[in-house]
């Protein structure tokens, strides 16, 4: 089977609902990595279109729930000792579904972290630098940069749909799916690729204008 018709195959199996179907047909299919590529772009321009138009959403997202997942952690964790040592005992999802609130946490704390760029980027070396060396290596942070997504959104998308063929549950619970949360890192690593594109668009546009190109990033700020 072609890469066309195996793109086709999957499409047709993920809008008929089937989880089993689904898994069936990204098995071993050719045209599995490059729907990926285009799940992957097309969704970070999405995601970069919707935050140019809601600044709101732009500015707040991925602080918020990383937030809230935060809290949530410590929450559970604090109430599952309470309960542990002073009460009838502690509920058994208390030590299962922490690592899941943290996995939404890492991963959409990455998509903000490229937001501002305090990943390692060597930013002395580059200062230094011609312009158009700046921009090349810019440019190639976002070429790498979209490389992991499209590898990891078609990884874990993998996973989680064999979860959800399996109908994995979350230990401790009785219906609480692992899918759920295990779907939270392919959206993640599409904001992740909203931001690529975002912060390329801006690399380009400072170019243009003659700005100064590399900023120094600091951990915990913002721009």
Known sequence: M?????????????????SFMLQSAMRNNAGLWPLGLIVTLVGGVLVAFIYRKVPFIER????????VSYLAIGYIIFAGVVQRFYLSGQPAWSTTLPP?????MTWVGC???????????????????????????LLLDAVLWLGIAW?????TTQEVVRAAANFAIMLGTDNVMQWWFLVSVPIAFLLLAGRVIENALTDLRKY????EMIEQAVIGGDT
Do not use: C
Not at 151 to 155: E, K, R
Not at 208 to 211: T, V
């Open 2 to 18: 072609g890469a066309i018709g195996g793109m086709g195959e999957i499409i047709s199996a993920l809008f008929a609902g089937d």
């Open 151 to 155: 590898i990891v959104v078609v990884t």
């Open 60 to 67: 707040n997202l991925e602080p918020a729930i990383m937030v």
């Open 100 to 104: 899941f609130l943290f996995l939404i």
């Open 208 to 211: 243009r204008d003659g700005d």
């Open 111 to 137: 998509s903000y972290n490229v937001k501002l760029r305090t990943h390692l980027a060597f930013a002395e070396f580059r200062k230094a630098s011609p312009r158009a060396v700046q921009l090349v290596l």
